[in-house]
């Protein structure tokens, strides 16, 4: 008999339990995975906590203890057959958090780890007289138990970033204590599925470990099983590995081995093949998979069997000393890749709410936006299967960080003896992902040894020496968890934290990665001096933005609260000084309205530029074989758990900023940039007329190519005048030879050639605008570089037009004037194939409308410097 499974999805019941609790009656749980808040909200028990100040009234359900119980049929397999010969499992893929599980009265699991999956046999506790078993699991809270274990370690001190402390010693998601972008919601309940499994014979895992070699054409390596110990196995037992290209019939390899014949329950077999099809990024090539399966079988009785599907690359993590320290950047199938991404946070505060298809979703947006790398940080989990599966198929390369942030965690004996286990279950899961590239050892830890002073010696390499030190935590990272990924999977690369650069300083920009936050925190440099703030690998960096109206307006359900630094407003934006901050960066580059629409759009603005000078610097820096000085960036962050005021660049409900579109641009295939010469103005005694004197304007132009071949382009240079739209400069046209995979520099240290000289005066300040076509007259990037700061243009009478195709599924917007920051409000079902653009005369932005409006629902848009009461005016009609 093969292998039975039963998911225990409904029929489930839950309520508060111990002394007096305040919901003392059982109600329904219309699903399992779940988790408490999800279903006191469907029993209108408690408001949403996502609307409002509604996160405030929810906060006791963390200090509580709840209970979940439901009921199950025994198999009628394992009555039939008898205990000797069926094994009958209960699997548990993830409890949150401090779990007891019973069983028809019977204790048989006590779990503490939410990153941990349980299996437990059931065999002897199942009712064998024909009545329903009852599983009960209770759940203890996480923030108090927190709060005991640091009493009863004394000898550590538990130093922590964003939280209370409570949250270091708990192994579960640390985001749920709140963070600088999400609320405090403390999470309890069956958060992944619970399973019952009945089998003869069960195969736990199949694997592979291989090796590409350098010219590609050969990957030879060995598979593997893990086969279940509960069972006895005799000689004629055999495991069958195969191994096929996805969705064919054709076996490239079909290998036989003895299940006895293995260490632990691991088989392995040996197995060669010429010219395997890899996996790439997006972007690089294809994302071929191949069908890994092993069958266990009795005779000619299949018993059981595991299917994978797995992808074959080369992946190297680049590390030389060169002429700016030393290098760090990934190399795919001996490609070199600039790693232009994300970072993510759990996409909920509730993850049971999470789908196959929500994850699909998100992943598709990268694919969108040009993005290839997404940064899954240590505060939250290790991700689902649905998000590392939609990684695999879309060419998404992901950096995976154990989950630790921003804190000095512990090594007592049952700390580590959790951690393990978590680490090596899942090391397993991730590592047949072609999509995974990296692990990391934690988040800003090392940053938190660095705030607190806390004891570190680079020099010292006696581990034994790092558990008495007042940072401990060091053992974890440069000790346990690389032998964990050592022995778990080979070839995997390891980088002991984010940032870190051989334990140097973690803010060194010549070695290792970095988390740029002078823009915005530290010293709130402008984001206009990017250029002068990179790294080798730059894999955070973000600026905050509102979220577009319709976000706001769910979310914040009163009127009078729908504006800017309202209670409301401040009480949804989690960040640290975040109305000094925002209002620090929207005042020195923009001219400020007190009503939401215009203050939104312009925090929107705000966020776009940041963007477009970050990653176009950086790109930038990818420079050319040899000499890689950055190797890439990873915005903070794509996404938001809540609806809420944050850095993301996509809210909650999917609803693309502009910042998104920005990044879209500057991570094309191929991409012109323009560092325009920016003085300072904030200085005591800056002067404005020389600021944006026309005649003292120096520029760099270059084009940026992620195209594995050269290939030949025109670029046109002009400038125009912001105040009457006309050129005032020499246009420069010349065709240009962009180096494949690598940065062309075009112009450097140039000098506008303006027909007649500027008068202080007059004063027409002008954009440069720069357009690369190829032969055809195909346009395949744009870029503008605007005097700086955008606040003392004239923007006045602009003269937009917006034209709108019959069907609604086609927009061209122009305008005889230069235009600054484009923006159409975006909603739920309603997106745009590019948005937050700049508008050039002469040239029309067309823009095709993803998903169609309602027809009763108007589009609605606005620019820098348009009149509050033009907002959505639409010059509609056939093009």
Known sequence: MQRHTQELKTGWFMKEHGVKPTIDFYLPVKQVPSQVHIDLLANNIIPDPFLDANELSVRWIGEKDWIYRTTFQTPTLSLASGDNQITTDLVFHGLDTYATVTLNGKTILSSENMHIKHRVDISPHISTNGTENELRIVFKSALLRGREIITQHPEHTFHVRQTEASRVPVRKAQYNWGWDWGPILMTAGPWRPVVLEWYVARIEDVWMQYRVSQDLGRCSGYLFARVSESVGLDEKDTVVFSLAREGENVELIRLEVQARSGVDGVVKVPFSFEV????????????????????????????????????????????????????????????????????????????????????????????????????????????????????????????????????????????????????????????????????????????????????????????????????????????????????????????????????????????????????????????????????????????????????????ITKRSQQHPGSMMMDFRNKALDHERRLMTYVTQNFLVRSDLQSFTHVTQILQSEAMRYAYKS?????????????????????????????????????????????????????????????????????????????????????????????????????????????????????????????????????????????????????????????????????????????????????????????????????????????????????????????????????????????EDEDLIWTYIGANKSTLGQQDSGPR
């Not at 232009?340 to 929500?358: K, V, Y």
């Not at 998100?362 to 299967?385: A, C, F, K, P, T």
């Open 276 to 555: 395997p099809e890899l996996w790439y990024p997006n972007g690089y090539g294809s994302q071929a998979r191949y069908q890994l399966s092993a069958e266990l079988f009795r005779g000619d009785r299949r018993l059981d069997s595991a299917v994978k599907l797995v992808g074959i690359r080369r992946c190297e993590l680049i590390q030389e000393n060169d002429e700016f320290g030393k290098s760090f950047y990934f190399r795919i199938n001996g490609i070199d890749v600039f790693a232009g991404g994300s970072c993510w946070i759990p996409p909920d505060s509730f993850l049971a709410q999470m789908s196959r298809d929500r994850y699909t979703k998100w992943m598709r947006l990268l694919v969108e936006s040009n993005q290839i790398m997404i940064r899954v940080w240590g505060g939250g989990i290790y991700e689902d299967d649905a998000f590392l599966d939609a990684a695999d198929e879309l060419g998404i390369l992901v950096w995976q960080d154990f989950a630790f942030a921003c804190a000095s965690y512990p090594v007592f004996p049952a700390f580590l003896r959790s951690i393990e286990e978590e680490a090596r279950q899942n090391i397993r899961r991730l590592r047949s992902h072609p999509s995974v590239v990296i692990w990391a050892g934690n988040n800003e830890d090392y940053q938190v040894q660095e705030r607190y002073k806390l004891e570190y010696d680079p020099n010292d390499t006696d581990p034994e020496s790092w558990r008495k030190s007042t940072f401990p935590a060091r053992y974890i990272y440069e000790y346990l968890l690389p032998n964990w990924v050592r022995e778990e999977d080979p070839s995997a690369i390891y980088h002991p934290g984010s940032p870190w650069g051989d334990g140097k300083e973690s803010f060194d920009p010549t070695v290792g990665d970095i988390h740029q936050w002078d823009i915005w925190h530290g010293q709130m440099e402008r984001y206009q001096d990017s250029a002068l703030l990179s790294g080798r690998f730059v894999s955070e960096f973000g600026m905050e933005a509102y979220p577009h109206l319709s976000t706001i307006r769910r979310s």
């Open 618 to 854: 950086w790109r930038r820096m990818w420079g050319r074989s040899g000499a890689r000085k950055c190797g890439g960036a990873l915005v903070w962050q794509l996404n938001d758990c809540w609806p809420t005021i944050s850095w993301a660049v996509v809210d909650y409900y999917g609803i693309r900023k502009p910042a998104f579109y920005a990044i879209t641009r500057a991570l094309g295939p191929l991409d012109v940039g323009i560092w325009r010469e920016c003085p300072p103005w904030t200085g005591g005694h800056a002067d404005p007329f020389a600021i944006i004197n026309a005649d003292s304007c120096k520029f760099d132009v270059w084009i940026a190519s992620s195209l594995q071949e050269a290939v030949e382009v025109d670029l046109i240079i002009s400038f125009i005048s912001i105040a009457s739209g006309t050129l005032i400069g020499d246009t420069i046209t010349t065709r240009i030879t962009a180096n494949p995979n690598a940065t062309t520099e075009v112009l450097e240290n140039q000098y506008a050639k303006l027909h007649t000289p500027q008068d202080e005066d007059i004063r027409d300040p002008f954009i440069i605008h720069a357009v690369i076509r190829t032969a055809d007259g195909k346009v395949m990037a744009t870029d503008t570089a605007w005097p700086q700061p955008l606040k003392y243009l004239d923007f006045s009478n602009r003269k937009v037009k917006v034209q709108i195709s019959p069907s609604r599924n086609r927009i061209t917007v122009s305008s005889d004037l230069p235009v600054k920051g484009f923006v159409f409000e975006e909603r739920e079902g309603l997106t745009f194939s590019d948005n937050g653009f700049d508008i050039v005369p002469g040239e029309e932005q067309v823009v095709t409308v993803a998903q169609g409006p309602n």
